[in-house]
């Protein structure tokens, strides 16, 4: 097949309005990178830097997102015939 015929097909095709929409649960988890305290929220963090009882610094910030898939159902890409 040639690069022409190829390139027209995926133009065509590619259209990201057409992905399966996936249901998800996500969670975003503040946390201190030295001892591992996870935080409520950015702003109890902010709290804990501020605070001069404590050796907290900006560096010290972690933030992770948690994302759980509930229900994935049949996806892959399909080989046409």
Do not use: C, W
Request: no cysteine; glycine share 4%; aromatic share 4%.
């Amino acid at each position: 097949m040639k690069k022409e015929v190829i390139r027209n097909i995926i133009d065509k095709e590619d259209n990201m309005n057409d992905l399966p929409k996936i249901p998800v649960e996500a969670k975003e988890i503040i946390k201190h990178k030295r001892t591992g305290k996870i935080y409520e929220s950015k702003a109890a963090f902010d709290a804990d830097v501020a605070d001069p009882n404590t050796d907290t610094t900006n560096d010290d910030f972690r933030q992770d997102l948690e994302v759980k898939v509930t229900r994935a159902g049949a996806m892959g890409a399909f080989t046409k015939k």
